[in-house]
């Protein structure tokens, strides 16, 4: 059993393959956290202590008993009101306008399988993977209920949480808070791993003490963001990549979140994980139920690699769906770089006709195939084909690039919506838009009002026509800008908008993968603004980035790898000198970073030298060579390439025979030094032979001395090795 409950003392214990969470209900009905760690037996609740501390207050129900405060014990769910001062999970204003909310234990359930959430995405797990535990905590006064809902995945040493909120009573409540869930540490150093960025520079790592005091890392912007990622890492103030207690939190949400750490006067510190809670107020009457989105918790003793590792094994295998989850995604040539908006039917033909002679499987048609749209200043919204531009019908273009041997893929926003569009015309009302108020514009385009289902289906019809009459097998489904002037004038109130809007995106995404099943869905929000859990569980992979230098790409798919897989990882080929940096890298380096990732063109090959079509067609060979290594392989951090001469990584098969190296060299000097890469995962006891050397090392030798990379001059010289178990 994944999940045990002890009845004498009331002890929730889950355990996974290597790790144990546990909590336990109090004399009072309240819910405390004992632990969270390596895989132990036993009761936890010796840990627990009790002192009368000062300005700590103490529950009613304790009478003269000072030394009880919820201000001090670890909880599972703590709220606002109660008398714990620290960060909360749940903040309710009742119809009287106090923030007040006690949340007692009422029952429990525990059964095979695991939850689902209505309109949410979720990890998933056949019946026999995992078990679930619902537990019903009330409060008293109100009858406002949190039903805590834990996913236990043994095998993949995953604990996922989440809440539902139902306003079980006959006022009206707000909540005003809302999180899926929290960490309590009684003790220790901790930091916090957190990763930022900015439009074309997403994910870069960030590692800072937890002091006293409240950090928190979020979005405001109505999407998970290019700015803070919707995941963190605490870890051991000592924790490597291969050794120290590391815990994470990953938000499966793609709307606006915050993550917070707080340690506070006693050196215990809080990890909340949850919605953003600026602009959230939602109401509930009697008898209405909040879902909050899922956070995934995973533990590891052995660094922040066997982390990574959880979740890229949950992520593929219990979150990303569809006829691609476990296949290796075709190599496709994408229109932007080649052409952006000035193209005809003719070129994306002969796109296509040097794509074939290469060996590149799909042609992408980007941004530009419909309505009034040679720019970016007009046409979002009107969903149906230019066909003066084309040439042809989308139908007749598809069906001429499948009879040169290519899929045919196509780029959509449907979220967005231009002024100048036959739908902003027909129906301004149907913006997100403050009365009264000029609306701020971003990439000149306004954001299109999805927490209505009449604007959803408006754009999923224009969208299906389309759909219908082409032989379309891809979708690059874009978002390009952050949510601002968030009114609708259909709402009850205007504090539930933003969340209904996120559940109107995964709505449209969820009948598109239902109606299209065969199509893979790519997701994009400018590149990464929107790479989040949530989205891979309707799109298996995701643009990584809009930059497409290969220097700035090792450091961006870096700080991507702690938490995502490589399947995951939209990452292309793209001409030089680059189009966002002006930098000028080899077509071979550039092909090794792509590599990284699930691999593609962002480039007109008709440019290209005899010479470069020749490594481009080798390239696509050496991807189909490697492609299931680098898709279902470990991952491996082999250096930091914000720090480190090199950016390199591995990939090794699950049975250990099989493993390839990559390096980027980022850093030359005069006379030149030997950069020594240490290889991980491979069997010690086993001999590698090296592909095209046919030489032969120790498992051990490559792990423990490392490989030394050749000193050759050049800027940016890659190398990709790849070793066979003898």
């Keep these: 059993m994944a999940i045990i409950f002890q009845e004498e003392k009331k002890i929730f214990t889950l355990h996974t393959k290597q790790t144990t969470y546990q909590f336990k209900v109090d004399c009072y009905g309240f819910l405390i956290h004992l632990y969270y760690g390596k895989k132990i037996q036993g009761e936890m609740d010796y840990l627990l202590t009790f002192a009368d501390r000062g300005f700590s207050g103490n529950p009613y129900d304790t009478g003269l008993d000072r030394t009880y405060s919820m201000d001090a014990l670890p909880q599972e769910y703590p709220c606002m009101g109660n008398g714990d001062y620290r960060s909360s999970a749940l903040v309710v204003q009742n119809e009287n306008g106090a923030y007040s909310c006690d949340l007692r234990y009422k029952e429990h359930k525990i059964v095979d399988g695991k939850y689902a959430l209505p309109g949410l995405p979720a990890v998933y797990a056949k019946e026999k993977e995992a078990q679930t535990l619902e537990i019903y905590l009330e409060d008293p006064v109100t009858k406002v209920q949190a039903v805590l809902l834990y996913g236990v995945l043994p095998e993949d040493d995953i604990i996922t949480r989440s809440v539902r909120i139902e306003n079980a009573g006959s006022q009206k409540i707000y909540v005003r808070k809302a999180a899926s869930a929290v960490l309590d540490f009684l003790y220790g150093n901790y930091d916090m791993i957190s990763f930022y960025g900015r439009h074309a520079m997403e994910r870069n790592f960030q590692r800072v003490p937890v002091a006293h005091g409240s950090q928190m890392i979020g979005s405001r912007r109505g999407t998970s963001s290019h700015q803070y990622n919707p995941a963190v890492i605490f870890a051991e103030e000592n924790a490597t990549e291969e050794s120290g207690s590391c815990y994470g939190m990953v938000f499966v949400y793609s709307g606006g979140f915050q993550a917070e750490a707080e340690k506070d006067q006693f050196n215990q510190t809080r990890a909340v994980m949850g919605m953003e809670s600026g602009s959230f107020c939602y109401p509930l009457e009697e008898g209405e139920t909040l879902v909050v989105p899922e956070t995934v918790l995973t533990y590891s003793a052995k660094g922040l690699e066997k982390l990574s590792h959880n979740y890229h094994r949950c992520f593929r295998r219990h979150l990303c769906r569809g006829k691609y989850r476990d296949e290796v995604r075709p190599v496709l040539i994408n229109s932007w770089e080649a052409a952006y908006f000035d193209f005809t039917g003719e070129t994306i033909l002969k796109l296509a006709d040097e794509a074939a002679k290469l060996g590149i499987e799909m042609v992408v048609l980007d941004d530009g195939w419909f309505g009034k749209r040679d720019d970016d200043n007009s046409g979002l919204g009107d969903w149906y084909v230019n066909e003066e531009k084309l040439g042809c019908s989308l139908g007749e273009l598809a069906r001429k690039v499948n009879e040169k041997g290519l899929k045919f893929g196509l780029w959509i926003e449907p979220e967005m919506i231009s002024e100048d569009s036959d739908l902003y015309r027909s129906h301004p009302d149907w913006v997100f838009q403050i009365p009264g108020r000029s609306p701020v514009r971003a990439r000149n385009q306004l954001v299109l009002d999805f927490s209505r ?274």
């Design 453 to 726: 289902k009449e604007v959803r289906d408006e754009v999923f019809e224009q969208i299906s026509k389309v759909l219908d009459h082409a032989n379309v097998e891809y979708i690059k489904w874009d978002m390009n800008r952050s949510i601002s002037d968030v009114y609708s004038i259909a709402a009850r109130e205007q504090g539930m908008v933003l969340y209904n809007y996120v559940l109107g995106v995964y709505e449209f995404l969820e009948k598109l993968m239902n109606r299209y099943p065969d199509i893979l869905i790519e997701g994009c929000s400018g590149g990464g603004g929107r790479f989040d859990a949530g989205m891979l569980y309707y799109t298996p992979q995701i643009w990584c980035s809009d930059n497409t230098d290969a220097v700035d790409r090792t450091e961006i798919q870096y700080g991507t790898s702690f938490i995502y897989p490589v399947s995951a990882v939209g990452s292309h080929v793209s001409a030089c000198p680059n189009h966002q940096t002006g930098r000028t890298v080899s077509l071979h380096t550039r092909g090794v970073t792509a590599m990284a990732g699930t691999f593609g063109y962002e480039l007109d090959p008709g440019t290209l030298t005899e010479a470069e079509k020749e490594e481009v067609k080798e390239q696509v060979r050496t991807y189909h060579a490697y492609g299931k290594l680098i898709q279902t392989g470990d991952y491996y951090r082999l250096s930091n390439p914000a720090k480190d001469e090199t950016a390199a990584w591995a990939f090794v098969s699950e049975d250990k025979r099989e493993a390839l190296l990559n390096a980027v060299m980022l850093k030359v000097h005069g006379n030149m030094t030997v950069n020594y890469i240490r290889m991980r995962g491979l069997d010690p006891e086993a001999f590698y032979r090296e592909e095209k050397t046919g030489k032969c090392y120790s498992g051990g030798a490559l792990m423990e001395a490392g490989y030394p990379l050749p000193v050759e001059s050049g800027e940016y010289l890659a190398y990709q090795i790849h070793f066979i178990q003898e």
